[in-house]
Structure formats: structure tokens, C-alpha cells
């Protein structure tokens, strides 16, 4: 090790290949010292080091080693017995790094004595050991008593021993095959203990540990979170966020209110003190309190001000604050929030300027009383002729006249005088949208469709799918005019003949039978009243949302979807069903289904088909290693199901609306939203989206 | 919740140094560098980079993560999978930088290179092969990796380990308090606190805040034989809201009475952090006022700004006043009042604007035009003023007393404040 401290740096020269396994090759002979072989190695590795990809010299090199590994055997094993602790450990941490069978037989023995030896900094060693030699043999770590070993040392003297041996059963329990690790209450206090004594790092591995404690007793829940929530205090980021995972996941099992109230309070101060800290902190936690502020409204419900963006915020950091902006709009701080908004539209960087636009919109959509103010600011931005500005507003003011049917169509001519200012499909079909749709309160209707269909043959399909409806609408208002009915029979004709889309092909052929057999019913159906669109569809499903913040902190909340379904090594999280468990959080549970449990078949035979088990896998069980989308509700449970379970759960919950907690989620739900099938509406709106997502047709256009 | 491994990057974005990676396929860490490589060039600004990068395709280990920061040239990449804690990643990444610092002084890859097996020795004990953090803390590190000077005295002498060789009032882990050697001893025992505080606002164009908070930090640098247990205790603490501790402070104790009460680290450290909260009023002042009027034309622009300090008795030094002037911005010619000075960065596209004093309730002048090959200019809506106060604390936050027991010794104590604000103010 460091023979020649500080002076390596003269190994630091490139090498090629052919010339390493040259020198390895000549080094085995006459080498008794083995310094020609060090040589090379040390030569190798510096190159490895300034990155150069050594890998195809790796069998080489194990050739080179490989004889010799039984010679050094005997002086790990000497070594595992030595007086200074610092080499009993570095003597089987060495070898724990060996996977090789004879090194893995050696390791297991004198494991054994070093999980007990009277040195702590041996003991945490070996605690982690144990799990490398998991990895290397499953069985024969199980059949040597090792789990059982690292069971024992949860209950050391020693924090950090306790720690380790935390981490360990952890990542053995983590595995698909492994061992797994629950606590029981008393296991759990006993960490607990050790939680203030433990380095910050072990804090973590403890506090992570209590996931999977199931509280039996609200009591249990309620006082293991007073004994935790101290260290919210913490200096170390990770630990806070930690702990408050722990703590929202103990709510589920938790029945005081007032507790669970002041517990809220306590999350706020902490999650804020994250956002004085850099960017990479800022945007991990952003990505958190969006989240939780989902679960419990009642977290910073009054901090709107702590997430206004500065400009020379980090583009990612700004996204995510714009979203948790509108998540925290409410009638009280919505001019406040508008304000910010409008300034945001004025920036320099495009894609912000349109987000905020879009906000305004649905800042417009969200909070009533301040959707005059919106629209005026949404018209004034249009006054600036910025193109991308008034696509923006465009595509949100079409979203607002559903809201608000009847309101605010006294705009529609100066939209219509920005027609030529739209280029991109999206904001296109949304202005045919409004000229379709309003088409008998426009005046010249029939010449901006007939504009616009001009150029039908090149549109992308989102834009004439849009042409075609607004074409059978205009003509349904106007039958009498001959350009609407020479319009419609050229667009249908186009549909139905020109174009190779199934879907444009076969809207055409339906419009084109619905008006020959009966104008009249074609005028019912395409001009229905349309439901108002509501903002309730854009929160995630509550059940989801609670199997997410289990992952709070980790990279699932950070793309907000189960780390299992894209990315290697995770293991899913579920809540566990409990007598404590709160029974809104009981109903919409989503069981998690181990992936190596393969999925009952049913064999098709005489009598009644069995009861279908609904706990086997409701979650896909293949880890599907899709890239992260983002947090549509439409790609969890359909968030109408789980609006009809929850009805009348809501005074389990909680004795009055007030806590604005998502308990409460099931309030609206008495109304049995009709509109909660347009979870989509804002499925593209998604400021905070960190990876490019398909694009999401305006499927609904009628 | 383990990290996989930790790359250290160049400025040219070559690694330099890298951890095991024993249980991943040799090209893991490879494809995690290509992608990040690969998304710093994509970025607007290599800052819009997503810092916690997901990597989709790593070859035969499966989809996983990276998360990344940069620290003076150098990048360091946490490579990770599983479910784990990005926080969990940074916050071992800023250890580690710290420990670096610590052992290294300046941060840079030539120092890295120099020092390659103390890097290494540093990697091997902070964090173990499985991805999980070990010793990270300084004291401890010291008794088993011995400090570039030192290990080659020690070297030089006994010849063969890098191993420090464990003595026997020095023995590693020996210390019943895991942040503090034992047999520490000082011929002069001493103290010091600096109280540094930042204000952090938003202004909007009427000089009306939008937001302003101060945080605050206590700096501390402890000197002291043996193992003191000291109780430090504020003359007006109540303010303080929103703090987070080392952990040598005992919370329980903060939260009955807010009085410190801890054992501390040896050397430097960070004792506390907090917000400062005004009873009553809703917002902490902005020590001066900006007048800015910026007009935008074909090619180009003007601007005029004046700042008058509102303070009355303290300076306002190093005043920096900046305004991105926007895509394609070239060149900018100013007018400024005696002693600042301005220029103009063509590759940032930022004006600078430097006071180096702004004595009380002084004014400054800046009047000057921009071109731009941008037909219409975009800049900034809003100028970023940062500024320095020495000896001062918005929060005027006192140190009461020390109390120290469990030594015999009289430290020496010193409390210093100082404050630093960054403003953001819109025009």
C-alpha cells in the first residue's frame, strides 16, 4: 500500500492493452518478490484510475494472482488474529471482497468469531461482511447461523455495530431471495435506543429500518413518532428527510389528530431549511414536498412564498417550485401567486415563460374567484404577440371556457385575431377547438375554418382530428350555409379517403353516418353539454400516493414512480395491513406481490370458476424497466375507482374539514364526480416532468 | 440504500478517480460518465444539467441513477440504484468534498493525481464495499489514514504500512464519543464562533420584498484539551426558528431551554444552522434601494441604475450588482460613478457592476447601453445584488456566556459576526 507515497504520480501514463499483458506475462517469471508484478498492477491500475478501460486485462490479472491466493490465505488467517483490531478487520473485510469459494470458506469461520469479538470496530466490520457473503453463497450465510449472528447484534452495546447490523439485514432483506427482516416493537425500541448515539449514516440505516415495523396500536405509532421527531433537527439532509418519511409513514397507523396535526406543523420548518441548501438538495426535496403536500395539504399550506422562483434558479429547480406553486394556490394567496406567475412569463428562459403561462391557467381553473384576474393577465400576455406566449394561452383558455361554460367567451374575437400566430399542433387544435365549438357566436366562423383546413393534408393528425370535429360542428350551427356544407363534405371526404390514420378514418365514416341518418342526433351528440373540467383529476390516487411516500426521499419521489418498476436492485414498498392502520389507507391499499412468487394459474375445469384473488397482483409483477413517466393518474388506479371506495370513509378520517388533510380526499367524492375520466386533462401540463414523455393527443375532442 | 460507487471528473469530464464497483460489470461507471458527459453538453447551461441523472441502459446491470455536483473544476458522481436516498448520496458527497478539503487543502485533479492512494485509503474507509458509508468523521479518518505530509515522515521512518501504527493513548475508535479524539491536548485552549449570516431576497420593482429570510450559521473552531462539555447559551435565541444541529448537540436540552449543550469536535465545524424570524414584523430590511430603468430596442438596449445604501451607520462592502443581458448580447459600455468599476463578461453575458464600499446612505450611478445580435433583446428581469457587512448580524444574535465543565482549564472565547446578502431585484 503506498510504497512510495506521493510520488505514483509517475505510474500515471497511459498504456495500451497488448503492451500491460506483455509485461503481466514477462512478470510471472523470476519474480520472487513479486515486484515486477506490482509494478504492472500499480501501472494498471493508475490507468484504470485516469480511466482507461482495463477491463479485457481482468482474466490477466486474476492468472497472474490467482495461484498465489492460497499462499495468502494463511495470512488473512493470521491476520483475522491479531492484536490491533484495525487488521482483524481489514483482514476479513479484504476477504469479503474475494468471492471465491476457498476465500469464502476461510471468510465463514472466521466470521463467526469476529461477529463476536470484544473490539466494536471488528464487529461492524463483520456485521457488514456478513451481508458480502450473503451475496457470494445465500444458503450456506443462512446455514451457517449468520443471519440469525446479525439478528443478535441489533442488541450490542455499540450504535454503530447496531447500525451495521441494520444495513446488513436490510440489503439481505432487499434481496428477491434473501432472508426477510421485520421488526416487532420491542426489536424496534431497542434501535431506537440506539438511534442517539449512532453516526449520521447509521441514523439513516435505523431510522430507514422502522418501515418495516407494522404498529399494531395507534399508541405504538404515536409514541415511536414523538421519540423521532427530534430529528427533524438534524444538520445531515438525508437524515431529515429520513425521518420524515418515518413519520408519514406512522400516520397511516396513527389515530390522535391533534398529534397528527402537530406533526404537520413540525414537517414544514424542516423540509424549508432543505431549500436554503444547493440546488442538487433543493431539487430532491421539491420533488419531495410535491408529494407530500399531495398526502397532507396541511404541510406548508401557508409557505406559497418560500418556492417563488429567482431567476437564476436552476431550470429544473424553477419547474418544480412553479408546480408546487399551483399545488399551494388557494383563494387566499392566489394574487400573490398570479403575480409571481406574471413576472415568470416576462423571463428569458422559453420553456419557464411557458409553463408559467400555462399556470396562470390553471391557477384560472383551480381558484375560482381569481380566475378574472387570470384571464386578464392570460389577454395581456396574448396583447405581447410573443408567438410562443399566445400558444400558451391559447391551449389554457380553451381548458378555462370548459370550467367555466358561458363566462368568458367575450374573448373569443381576439383570440381568433392571433390565429396566424399559432404553429405548433397542440396550440392549433385548441384554437379549431374554440372556433368549432363556438362557432354560432363567431361571426366569421366558416371563412377561419376554411383558412385552416387549407393546409389539412400536411397537419399532423392531432390537428386534424381537431379540423374534422370543428368542421362537423360549424356545420351542424350553420346547415344553411353552403360554405360550412361544402367545408364538412370536403373534410370527410379527406378523412374517410386521403388518409392512412385508422383513427381520423374512422371518426370520419362515423360523423358521415351520424349526419346522413339524422342531422338532428348528430347535433344532440356532437354538442352535448360537456362536463366542466375540474383540477381534483390532477392529484395522484390516494393509494398510490401512499405507496410512494413510503419511498419518500429515494429516487421513487423523485420520478414519482415505485423505484421497482425502473430501476435495478429496488425492492417495493407496500403498507402493511394492520389493526392500526387507518381505514382509508386500508382501502385503498395496494398490496405488493413479491416478484418471484409466480402468479396462480387457474385451470379451466367443471364447477364454478374459483374467486378470483385480488391480492395475488394488482401491481404488474415484472419489473418493467421503463423510463420514469410522469405522475399521471391514468397509469395508476383509475381515480374514479377510487373515489366511489371511499365514500363515507371520510369521518374515520378526520371530525371536520378544516385539517385539509388528503384524509379528507373523499369529500368531493359524495358529489361522484362525473369528470374524474379526465385525469388527462393536465397530463402534458406537468411543469415538473423530468424526462421527455409521448406526446398526449387531445384524444377528447368532443 | 447503498451507494454504488463514486467517480471523481475532470474539467474535460475524464475520471480521475473511482471507487470499486465490485459488484457491477466494469462498464458501469463507464456508461454513467458517458451519460452525464452527454447531458452536460445537451444542457442550456451545463447548471440546467438534471442533478439527479437517470440512466436508463447501463448494459447488464439494469437502469440506475447518478447524481452529480461540481466543486471548483472537479465533478463527483454518486452512481446508484436501488431504492436509495439521493439526499443520502449528496449529503456523503459533501463529506467526502469536506474530507478532501480537510486533507488536501485545494481541491484539484493535479492534487488527486499527486495523492492518489490517500484518495483511495479516504475511499476504502468512508465508504465500504457494499456502498455503505463507514468513518466519515474527520478525527477518526486521521487514526487510520495518515495526512499526505505526515505519512511521509511516518514512511520514511518505519518503511513499509500506510497504516498509521495505533499507539497506545491514540488507539482508532478508542474515543467513547465517535466526533471527538481522545488525549486531545492544547498548550492554549480556545474557542471561536463566527456567527455568519445570509439574507436571501426577492424585490419586486417597487421595491416592495417579495421574500426575504436570513439563515444563519455558527462556524466554530474549538481548541480545547481533553473532552470539554460546554454549554453555550444566547442572550436572545427566540428568533431562531427552523435550526438544525451537529450532532453532538443535545436536542433534547435545545428544545426545553434553547441552550447548546454539547461536546465538541476537535478543529473546525459547523455547530449549528437557523433561520432568523422577526417577531412582529413580517420581513427583514434590504439594506439598500435600487432605481433601475433598462429599455430594450433593435440590437440592443440602455439601462440606467442607481443604489443608495439605507444603511446609517455600517458599510455595505463588495458590492456586486449583475444583469444577464440575454441571448446573444455582445458588448455593453457604461458610465459609472467614481470608485466602482463594471465590465462585461461576453461569454457569461453578464454585466458586473463592483462598489467596493458603500458608505451609509451613499448613492452610486451606473448609465450605460448593451447591443445584442438577438433582434430583440431578452435580458433578465431582474438585477442580482450581493453584497457583504462585516461585524454585523441581521439578527443581532448575542452569545450569552460558555460554561465548560468537565475540564479545569479557562478557554479562551471568541464570537464574531458577519453577514453576506444575495438579492434579487426585478425591475
Known amino acids: 500500500m503506498a510504497a512510495q507515497g506521493g510520488q505514483d504520480a509517475k ?64 495470512s488473512f488467517l493470521q491476520d483475522c488474529n491479531d492484536r490491533n483490531p484495525l487488521i482483524r478487520a481489514l483482514a476479513i473485510r479484504t476477504m469479503s471482497y ?9 471468510l465463514t469461520e472466521q466470521l463467526r468469531h469476529c461477529l463476536k469479538d470484544r473490539d466494536p470496530y471488528v464487529r461492524k466490520t463483520a456485521a457488514i461482511c456478513v451481508a458480502k457473503l450473503y451475496t457470494a453463497d445465500p444458503r450456506k450465510a443462512e446455514k451457517g447461523g449468520f443471519v440469525e449472528m ?52 447509521g441514523q439513516i440505516y435505523i431510522l430507514d429500518s422502522l418501515l418495516r415495523y407494522v404498529p399494531e396500536r395507534h399508541t405504538d405509532a404515536e409514541l415511536m413518532a414523538e421519540r423521532i421527531i427530534i430529528h427533524l433537527q438534524h444538520a445531515n439532509s438525508a437524515v431529515v428527510l429520513t425521518t420524515i418519511k418515518i413519520l408519514l409513514y406512522l400516520m397511516n397507523y396513527m389515530e390522535n389528530r391533534k398529534l397528527m396535526d402537530y406533526i404537520c406543523k413540525k414537517m414544514g420548518p424542516p423540509l424549508v431549511t432543505l431549500l436554503s441548501s444547493g440546488p442538487e438538495v433543493q431539487y430532491v426535496a421539491l420533488r419531495n414536498i410535491l408529494l407530500i403536500i399531495q398526502r397532507r395539504p396541511s404541510v406548508l399550506k401557508n409557505d406559497v412564498k418560500v418556492f417563488f422562483c429567482k431567476y437564476n434558479d436552476p431550470i429544473y429547480v424553477k419547474l418544480a417550485k412553479l408546480e408546487i406553486m399551483y399545488r399551494l394556490a388557494r383563494e387566499e394567496n392566489a394574487r400573490e401567486v398570479l403575480a409571481e406567475l406574471q413576472e415568470y412569463a416576462s423571463e428569458v428562459d422559453i420553456d419557464f415563460v411557458r409553463k408559467a403561462v400555462r399556470s396562470i391557467g390553471r391557477l384560472a381553473i383551480k381558484v375560482q374567484p381569481a380566475a378574472d384576474a387570470c384571464i386578464q393577465a392570460l389577454l395581456d400576455l396574448i396583447e405581447t404577440k410573443v408567438t410562443y406566449v399566445v400558444q400558451e394561452a391559447v391551449i389554457v383558455i380553451k381548458d378555462v371556457f370548459r370550467r367555466y361554460p358561458g363566462k368568458y367567451e367575450g374573448i373569443i374575437p381576439t383570440l381568433c385575431e392571433n390565429l396566424d400566430a399559432l404553429d405548433e399542433p397542440e396550440s392549433k387544435a385548441a384554437m379549431i377547438w374554440i372556433v368549432g365549438q363556438f362557432a354560432n357566436r363567431i361571426d366569421n366562423a366558416d371563412e377561419l375554418m376554411d383558412d385552416l383546413t387549407y393546409t389539412f393534408m400536411e397537419e399532423p393528425v392531432e390537428v386534424q382530428l381537431a379540423l ?33 390514420n385508422p383513427d381520423l378514418r374512422d371518426r370520419g365514416f362515423m360523423y358521415w353516418r351520424l349526419l346522413a341518418i339524422n342531422p338532428t342526433v348528430a347535433g344532440e351528440i356532437v354538442l352535448a353539454e360537456k362536463p366542466a373540467i375540474t383540477t381534483d383529476s390532477d392529484r395522484m390516487d390516494r393509494g398510490a400516493l401512499d405507496q410512494l411516500l413510503l419511498h419518500t426521499g429515494t429516487l421513487g419521489s423523485i420520478y414519482h414512480k415505485n423505484p421497482e418498476t425502473f430501476i435495478r436492485n429496488a425492492a417495493g414498498k407496500a403498507l402493511t395491513d394492520s389493526p392500526a392502520l387507518n381505514p382509508l389507507s386500508r382501502q385503498v391499499l395496494v398490496p405488493l406481490s413479491r416478484p418471484n412468487i409466480p402468479p396462480a394459474i387457474h ?78 386533462a393536465f397530463g402534458s401540463y406537468l411543469a415538473d416532468e423530468p424526462k421527455p414523455q409521448a406526446d398526449d393527443h387531445l384524444t377528447r375532442l368532443f | 440504500m447503498a ?32 451519460a452525464l458527459n452527454d447531458a452536460l453538453s445537451k444542457a442550456p447551461r451545463p447548471a440546467d444539467a438534471d442533478p439527479v441523472l437517470y440512466v436508463p441502459n447501463t448494459g447488464i446491470d439494469g437502469p440506475s441513477a447518478c447524481c452529480h455536483v461540481k466543486r471548483g473544476e472537479l465533478r463527483f458522481l454518486g452512481l446508484m440504484s436501488g431504492d436509495t436516498d439521493p439526499l443520502y448520496v449528496f449529503a456523503f458527497l459533501e463529506t467526502f468534498i469536506s474530507i478532501l478539503r480537510d486533507y488536501f487543502g485545494q481541491l484539484s485533479a493535479e492534487t488527486l493525481k499527486e495523492n492518489f492512494d490517500v484518495v483511495y485509503q479516504l475511499l476504502e474507509e468512508t465508504l465500504d ?77 417597487n421595491g416592495g420584498i417579495i421574500v426575504s429570510s436570513v439563515w444563519g450559521k455558527v462556524h466554530t473552531n474549538c481548541r480545547l484539551s481533553g473532552t470539554p462539555d460546554l454549554l453555550l447559551s444566547f442572550s436572545n435565541a427566540q428568533p431562531l426558528t427552523d435550526c438544525s444541529f451537529h450532532p453532538c448537540v443535545r436536542l433534547q436540552r435545545w428544545s426545553r431551554d434553547k441552550n447548546l449543550s454539547f461536546v465538541p469536535p476537535d478543529g473546525r465545524f459547523i455547530l449549528m444552522e437557523y433561520k432568523y424570524t422577526p417577531g412582529g414584523v413580517h420581513h427583514v430590511a434590504v439594506p439598500f434601494a435600487l432605481k433601475a430603468s433598462v429599455d430594450c430596442e433593435v440590437n440592443g438596449g440602455s439601462f440606467d441604475v442607481a443604489l443608495t445604501s439605507r444603511l446609517t451607520t455600517k458599510v455595505l462592502e463588495n458590492m456586486n450588482v449583475e444583469l444577464y443581458l440575454g441571448e446573444g448580447a455582445t458588448s455593453a459600455s457604461c458610465v459609472v460613478s467614481n470608485n466602482t468599476s463594471w465590465n462585461f463578461d461576453p461569454r457569461t453575458r453578464i454585466l458586473h457592476w463592483n462598489i467596493k464600499a458603500v458608505s451609509p446612505s451613499s448613492s452610486f450611478s451606473l448609465k450605460g447601453t448593451f447591443s445584442s445580435t438577438a433582434e430583440q433583446p431578452r435580458p433578465s428581469h431582474a438585477f442580482r445584488a450581493r453584497f457583504e457587512i462585516p461585524q454585523h448580524s441581521f439578527s443581532s444574535l448575542k452569545v450569552d456566556q460558555l460554561k465548560i465543565t468537565g475540564e479545569m482549564y479557562k478557554p479562551y472565547k471568541g464570537v464574531r459576526g458577519r453577514s453576506t446578502g444575495d438579492v434579487e431585484w426585478r425591475w
Open chain 1, 603 to 680: 385451470v379451466p375445469g367443471p364447477g364454478p370458476p374459483p374467486p378470483r384473488e385480488a391480492s395475488v397482483s394488482p401491481v404488474p409483477p415484472t419489473a418493467k424497466p421503463a423510463p420514469p413517466a410522469p405522475p399521471q393518474t391514468g397509469d395508476l388506479i383509475g381515480a374514479s375507482s377510487s373515489a366511489d371506495t371511499l365514500d363515507g370513509e371520510g369521518e374515520n378520517e378526520h371530525e371536520s374539514g378544516e385539517h385539509g388533510d388528503e384524509d379528507s380526499l373523499a369529500s368531493p367524492s359524495g358529489s361522484a364526480d362525473p369528470y374524474a375520466n379526465l385525469d388527462n
Open chain 1, 11 to 74: 505510474f500515471f501514463q497511459r498504456g495500451k492493452i497488448q503492451e500491460f499483458r506483455a509485461e503481466l506475462q514477462a512478470a510471472e517469471a523470476k519474480d520472487k518478490k513479486f515486484t515486477k508484478r506490482k509494478t504492472v498492477l500499480k501501472k494498471i491500475v493508475a490507468n484504470i484510475t485516469m480511466g482507461n478501460d482495463m477491463s479485457p486485462l481482468f482474466t490477466d490479472v486474476v492468472q497472474c494472482l490467482a495461484e498465489q491466493i492460497h499462499l495468502v490465505i494463511p
Open chain 1, 150 to 201: 446479525l439478528r443478535d447484534l441489533l442488541l450490542d452495546s455499540n450504535a454503530t455495530v447496531v447500525s451495521n447490523a441494520v444495513a446488513a439485514l436490510s440489503e439481505i432483506g432487499d434481496r428477491q431471495d434473501g432472508v426477510i427482516f421485520k421488526l416487532n416493537l420491542t426489536v424496534a425500541n431497542k434501535l431506537l435506543a440506539a438511534l442517539g448515539e449512532s453516526s449520521e449514516w
Open chain 1, 98 to 106: 474475494i468471492p471465491i469459494p476457498v476465500v469464502t470458506e476461510a
Open chain 2, 3 to 34: 451507494i454504488d460507487g463514486l467517480v471523481i471528473l475532470d474539467s474535460t469530464g475524464r475520471p480521475i478517480v473511482q471507487s470499486g464497483f465490485r459488484s457491477t460489470s466494469p462498464a458501469y461507471p463507464l456508461l454513467h460518465i458517458e
Open chain 2, 129 to 205: 464495499a457494499g456502498g455503505h458509508p463507514s468513518t466519515t468523521s474527520i478525527n477518526a479518518l486521521k487514526d487510520i489514514v495518515l495526512p499526505p505530509s505526515l505519512l511521509s515522515k511516518v514512511l520514511s521512518v518505519a518503511g513499509v504500512s500506510g497504516l498509521a501504527s495505533p499507539g497506545t493513548n491514540s488507539h482508532p475508535f478508542a474515543s467513547p464519543i465517535p466526533w471527538r479524539k481522545v488525549g486531545v491536548r492544547y498548550n492554549s485552549n480556545e474557542i471561536f464562533f463566527d456567527v455568519a449570516e445570509e439574507l436571501k431576497a426577492v424585490v419586486n420593482k
Open chain 1, 468 to 500: 374534422l370535429t370543428a368542421a362537423v360542428k360549424l356545420f351542424i350551427y350553420k346547415a344553411q350555409s353552403d360554405t360550412s356544407k361544402a367545408l364538412v363534405h370536403k373534410v370527410l371526404k379527406w378523412a374517410t379517403e386521403e388518409v392512412d
